[in-house]
Nanobody
């Protein structure tokens, strides 16, 4: 079992920045995939960005050039740096991991609201 705790969400004006953090209860070195999903109000949960065990990254087109996913293996933490935020980025953001044994785990979510 892996516990994931997100933090860093909040209210920000359009064009602003936030950094989300996802702290894992176990070492992240061997996780197959770590990523961020988001769920806007009334919509489904979709992938935002992900990173595999080798450090290869993948982003949804709408955030390319604005968001950066990274990890700190010493702190067992995944990050999502979000710049030039837009109102359409408003959502609950969830941290996700797929373990070495193909088990999936989710965090509780953190709210990001982009509004003037």
């Amino acid at each position: 079992q892996v516990q994931l705790v997100e933090s860093g969400g909040g209210l920000v004006q359009p064009g602003g920045s936030l950094r989300l953090s996802c702290a894992a209860s176990k070492t992240i070195v061997n996780f197959r995939i770590m990523g961020w999903y988001r769920q806007p109000p009334g919509k489904q949960r979709d992938l935002v960005a992900e990173m595999n065990r080798d450090g290869r990254t993948n982003y949804v087109d709408s955030v390319k050039g604005r968001f950066t996913i990274s990890r700190d293996t010493a702190k067992n933490t995944l990050y999502l740096e979000m710049n030039n935020l837009k109102p359409e980025d408003t959502a609950i953001y969830y941290c996700y991991i797929r373990s070495a044994l193909f088990a999936d785990f989710w965090g509780q979510g953190t709210q990001v609201t982009v509004s003037s």
